[in-house]
């Protein structure tokens, strides 16, 4: 059974991509930097919103948060994204695969244009059972990639809460066993690489990770990775934001309308509706959640029903269109 922690973490499925848990634990044969994770991860992003096999830079760099990214760092993570692999091997037993994840990747005065290996596609398209859901708003605070490589490997292991692993294992995990320094010094290996991780999965995640040292003698031959999960709470989405938008403007629209009533009774009420909608606007840096859209987005429709409705009693023109109803759970206008 998992573990659980205090931890309340907002996620925007809106921003999030899915992989399956098959890909998601999977030993990139290729070491790939932040820049290049994050370039795998958009391309994944932009054909699961909507079928996209393409996009520009600008929107790559704004996703990300980056300053300038120069076309020549675009040439060298193209070419090593485009020629990665992805290895399904057990860490522990001496069992491997290697699949391509690119056929062509193409970079045009700004455009990315991709085309994946079929064989990979189920991994990203094709999810039905086990797979992972990644918030890239979350991943894009990481500053290393081996805090992405671990977030995305004990999230893919859902319902355990520590898995037992040699250094060895931790070393193709994190694409560094070639690196001598990492093989020769356990020590220069958890500050370089696993207590980043984890310092960095803590700090930004729902995930809290520790681990127990395993030794054989002296030396430390292994790990057990412990983490518990907190509680993840999901953002509105883009349409419920949309929607409740609109409907807030469109009740404050008739703030003028509504002081020029002349019923008293009438024009206090629809008042009282005009600052009870008004108040469902997140102020500035404050995000509101799905369930909050849920409940404020049939209360504010009321209320510029109910505020129409003594408009025309009271003989005001209402000066805004009805806003017509929209089924956000399923995503279409009726």
Same mark, same amino acid.
């Given at each position: 059974?998992?573990?659980?922690?205090?931890? $309340?973490?907002?996620?925007?499925?809106?921003?999030?991509?899915?992989?399956?848990?098959?890909?998601?634990?999977?030993?990139?044969?290729?070491?790939?930097?932040?820049?290049?994770?994050?370039? #795998?991860?958009?391309?994944?992003?932009?054909?699961?919103?909507?079928?996209?096999?393409?996009?520009?830079?600008?929107?790559?760099?704004?996703?990300?948060?980056?300053?300038?990214?120069?076309? $020549?760092?675009?040439?060298?993570?193209?070419?090593?994204?485009?020629?990665?692999?992805?290895?399904?091997?057990?860490?522990?037993?001496?069992?491997?695969?290697?699949?391509?994840?690119?056929?062509? #990747?193409?970079?045009?005065?700004?455009?990315?244009?991709?085309?994946?290996?079929?064989?990979?596609?189920?991994?990203?398209?094709?999810?039905?059972?086990?797979?992972?859901?990644?918030?890239?708003?979350?991943?894009?605070?990481?500053?290393?990639?081996?805090?992405?490589? #671990?977030?995305?490997?004990?999230?893919?292991?859902?319902?355990?809460?520590?898995?037992?692993?040699?250094?060895?294992?931790?070393?193709?995990?994190?694409?560094?066993?070639?690196?001598?320094?990492?093989?020769?010094?356990?020590?220069?290996?958890?500050?370089?690489?696993?207590?980043?991780?984890?310092?960095?999965?803590?700090?930004?995640? $729902? #995930?809290?990770?520790?681990?127990?040292?395993?030794?054989?003698?002296?030396?430390?031959?292994?790990?057990?990775?412990?983490?518990?999960?907190?509680?993840?709470?999901?953002?509105?989405?883009?349409?419920?934001?949309?929607?409740?938008?609109?409907?807030?403007?469109?009740?404050?629209?008739?703030?003028?309308?509504?002081?020029?009533?002349?019923?008293?009774?009438?024009?206090?009420?629809?008042?009282?509706?005009?600052?009870?909608?008004?108040?469902?606007?997140?102020?500035?840096?404050?995000?509101?959640?799905?369930?909050?859209?849920?409940?404020?987005?049939?209360?504010?429709?009321?209320?510029?029903?109910?505020?129409?409705?003594?408009?025309?009693?009271?003989?005001?023109?209402?000066?805004?269109?009805?806003?017509?109803?929209?089924?956000?759970?399923? $995503?279409?206008?009726?």
């Amino acid at each position: 059974m998992a573990r659980k922690n205090d931890k $309340e973490q907002l996620v925007s499925y809106d921003n999030s991509i899915k992989k399956s848990n098959e890909f998601s634990m999977a030993n990139l044969n290729h070491g790939l930097t932040l820049n290049q994770m994050q370039l #795998l991860a958009y391309s994944i992003y932009c054909t699961q919103q909507d079928g996209s096999t393409e996009f520009i830079k600008a929107d790559f760099e704004r996703k990300f948060g980056l300053k300038r990214y120069k076309t $020549e760092d675009a040439y060298i993570d193209s070419e090593k994204v485009s020629a990665l692999r992805y290895s399904t091997q057990n860490l522990e037993e001496k069992k491997f695969r290697f699949t391509a994840i690119f056929t062509d #990747l193409q970079y045009d005065n700004g455009t990315f244009k991709i085309e994946w290996n079929q064989k990979f596609v189920p991994h990203i398209l094709e999810l039905k059972d086990y797979y992972v859901t990644t918030d890239l708003t979350i991943t894009s605070k990481f500053k290393s990639s081996f805090s992405w490589t #671990l977030y995305e490997y004990l999230k893919a292991r859902y319902g355990a809460y520590y898995v037992p692993v040699s250094k060895e294992a931790l070393l193709r995990l994190f694409g560094v066993e070639n690196r001598k320094t990492y093989i020769d010094s356990t020590a220069q290996f958890k500050r370089g690489v696993l207590d980043v991780a984890i310092n960095e999965v803590n700090q930004y995640t $729902e #995930l809290e990770v520790w681990y127990k040292e395993k030794k054989k003698g002296r030396a430390i031959v292994g790990f057990e990775i412990h983490w518990s999960t907190g509680k993840t709470v999901p953002l509105a989405t883009d349409n419920q934001s949309e929607e409740l938008k609109r409907l807030i403007d469109d009740v404050f629209a008739l703030w003028g309308v509504v002081h020029q009533m002349q019923n008293g009774d009438n024009k206090e009420r629809a008042t009282k509706l005009v600052i009870e909608t008004e108040g469902m606007r997140k102020g500035k840096g404050e995000q509101m959640t799905s369930k909050e859209a849920s409940e404020y987005i049939p209360r504010a429709k009321d209320n510029l029903r109910l505020i129409e409705a003594f408009l025309e009693y009271d003989k005001q023109p209402a000066t805004t269109k009805r806003v017509p109803f929209y089924n956000w759970l399923e $995503e279409r206008d009726y």
